[in-house]
C-alpha cells in the first residue's frame, strides 16, 4: 500500500463501498488521472518483469559467492 501511495500506480481506499465508489467515479470521470494511474501502473509492473527479478537474484547472489 505504501508504494502505491508513494507512486500513484493506484488508490488506496478503505473497505467500504462509499469510498470505493467515490474513487471509480474520480477515475471514470478525469481522462488524465486515469492516464497517470495507468502509465505509472504500467511503470511499476515493468519493475516486477521476470528479466528484472532474475537479473536483480542473481547479481545478489553473485555477490553472495
Do not use: H, Q
Amino acid at each position: 500500500a505504501n508504494i502505491i501511495k508513494n507512486r500513484e500506480e493506484g488508490v488506496v481506499v478503505k473497505n467500504n463501498t462509499s469510498d470505493i465508489a467515490t474513487v471509480i467515479i474520480r477515475i471514470l470521470n478525469n481522462d488524465k488521472y486515469y492516464d497517470n494511474l495507468r502509465g505509472n501502473a504500467i511503470n511499476l509492473s515493468k519493475e516486477f518483469a521476470w528479466n528484472n527479478i532474475y537479473r536483480t537474484v542473481f547479481l545478489a547472489l553473485e555477490e553472495i559467492s
